[in-house]
């Protein structure tokens, strides 16, 4: 498996697997295939997991510590989110970023997961009632005292993301990416390249959408992220799944199905760029995995960029509600 940097110390493998939707936002998940799937993704050389606290409430990070039983702990890189915040029927109540908040969901986090450390720490969204020189001096502290090895942040724009580097290294920012999802080419990218930090892109399927797999007759259990998300709607999935048909005849040529041609291209965006794959199940990483072998040529990109150049996609990334919570989509004072 080949390597890639994530901030100044930290060595990563160059895809990293995603863990949500063994617990959440997809409809429900099978247990068994899901940990056979983490240790299928760690067999293949698979380093990174990512998880989150508030993923299926605790579930994820329970479902991690079955999964990494026998494993020598060093193995797996846990990237953990935290602070967002739920009700008993998985209801979204906001987020926490104080200090106080941050080392009781680390204590809790910790607990669940069976370990005395976690490797990358990152609030899920910015806090705006919280400074994030707070947030992540909290984690700074958690760093200093051994439960934490680095920082981490996510879906934080420009000046949030220099303001925490100056408080501590920031190791990665986890943020959307993908050839339907380009928004942080603008000033996010250079930013984080200008600091050295690295960038764990998750979306790179769009959620499924741009797996080749997905169709709009596919039904969608009660609580499916996907019922809410703009580009799965009618009157958008229509057009989106045109690109998908556009990118599958491209994949074809290549003796290739979609995803792993969509993954291919996240990763020739630069070494600074690790995909998280959202595989449940292994034929499905299997796939993704696929991905680390294709050559993609100044040709191949030139028909992928025609055939889904930046903003095509019909609808936005996430339901205006949500929306509304990306620190990544404000725009920073020297733009306004
Ligand atoms: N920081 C944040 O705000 C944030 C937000 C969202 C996610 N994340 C992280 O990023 C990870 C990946 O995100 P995502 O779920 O949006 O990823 P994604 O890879 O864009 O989409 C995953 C969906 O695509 C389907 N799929 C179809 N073919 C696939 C293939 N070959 N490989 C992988 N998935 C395939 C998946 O499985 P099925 O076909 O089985 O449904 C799943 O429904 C999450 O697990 C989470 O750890 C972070």
Same mark, same amino acid.
């Given at each position: ?31 068994? *295939? ?98 994030? *020189? ?20 996510? *879906? ?181």
């Amino acid at each position: 498996m080949i390597t890639r940097p994530l901030g100044s110390s930290l060595q990563v493998s160059a895809l990293g697997l995603g863990c949500m939707g063994m617990s959440d936002m997809y409809g429900p998940a099978d247990r068994t *295939e899901s940990i056979a799937t983490v240790h299928a993704a760690l067999d293949a050389g698979i380093t990174l997991l990512d998880t989150g606290d508030f993923y299926g409430m605790g579930h994820n990070e329970l479902l991690l510590r079955e999964a990494l039983q026998g494993r020598a702990r060093e193995k797996a890189l846990l990237s953990v989110k935290f602070g967002a915040m739920r009700d008993p029927a998985g209801g979204w109540v906001g987020f926490d970023g104080r200090p106080a908040a941050v080392k009781n969901f680390l204590t809790y986090s910790l607990r669940r997961l069976g370990t005395d450390y976690v490797d990358i720490y990152r609030i899920a969204r910015v806090d705006p009632t919280v400074p994030i *020189e707070d947030t992540v001096g909290a984690i700074a502290d958690m760093i200093k005292a051994g439960y934490v090895r680095h920082v981490g942040l996510s *879906e934080a724009g420009a000046e949030t993301i220099r303001r925490a580097h100056a408080v501590h290294p920031v190791a990665d920012l986890q943020i959307e990416y993908s050839l339907l999802s380009r928004g942080i080419e603008a000033e996010i990218l250079p930013t984080t390249r200008a600091l050295g930090i690295g960038i764990t892109a998750y979306g790179v399927l769009s959620r499924g959408l741009i797996s080749g797999h997905w169709n709009k007759e596919q039904a969608m259990a009660p609580g499916d992220f996907r019922a809410f998300s703009p580009r799965f709607q009618a009157g958008n999935i229509d057009h989106n799944l045109t690109l998908v048909e556009a990118l599958r005849g491209i994949a074809q040529e290549k003796g290739l199905t979609v995803a792993p041609i969509a993954i291919a291209w996240v990763l020739s965006r630069g070494q600074d760029i690790v995909p998280l794959v959202g595989a449940r199940r292994r034929d499905r990483l299997t796939e993704a995995l696929q991905s680390l072998d294709v050559q993609l040529t100044p040709d191949d990109l030139a028909r992928i960029e025609r055939a889904v150049p930046p903003g095509a996609a019909a609808g936005d990334r996430y339901h205006a509600s949500m929306m509304a919570h990306l620190d990544s989509e404000r725009r920073s004072a020297h733009q306004a």
